[in-house]
């Protein structure tokens, strides 16, 4: 079993910074893309930004030059630093990644419980 937790959610105001993390454990043998989702009240999961396990990268376009997506190989932690937040930033966490438990079993597709990031004055 593989368990993703994050933390580093909370309140900010517009223009602030929050960096959130998200470590793995559990039984892993290799853990190939980790990626962070959010979800605002009303609207559908979106990816945020991902990164393979090379260190490729990807962002949604709205939080491109602002947010930050790293990764820890030897944790198998994953963290996304944001910067200049917006109101319309503010929604639901979720780290996810796919990982591979066993040399005998294929990747399988875990997430975490999420985490409220709310940007307000």
């Known amino acids: 079993q593989v368990q993703l937790v994050e933390s580093g959610g909370g309140l900010v105001q517009p223009g602030g910074s929050l960096k959130l993390s998200c470590a793995a454990s559990?039984?892993?043998?290799?853990?190939?893309?980790m990626s962070w989702y959010r979800q605002a009240p009303g609207k559908q999961r979106e990816l945020v930004a991902g990164?393979?396990?090379?260190?490729?990268?990807n962002y949604v376009d709205s939080v491109k030059g602002r947010f930050t997506i790293s990764r820890d190989n030897a944790k198998n932690t994953v963290s996304l630093q944001m910067n200049s937040l917006k109101p319309e930033d503010t929604a639901v966490y979720y780290c996810?990644?796919?990982?591979?438990?066993?040399?005998?079993?294929?990747?399988?597709?875990?997430w975490g419980q999420g985490t409220q990031v709310t940007v307000s004055s």
């Open positions: 996810h990644a796919n990982i591979r438990s066993s040399i005998r079993l294929d990747s399988a597709d875990y």
């Open positions: 990164i393979t396990s090379s260190g490729t990268t």
């Open positions: 559990g039984v892993i043998f290799l853990v190939y893309t």
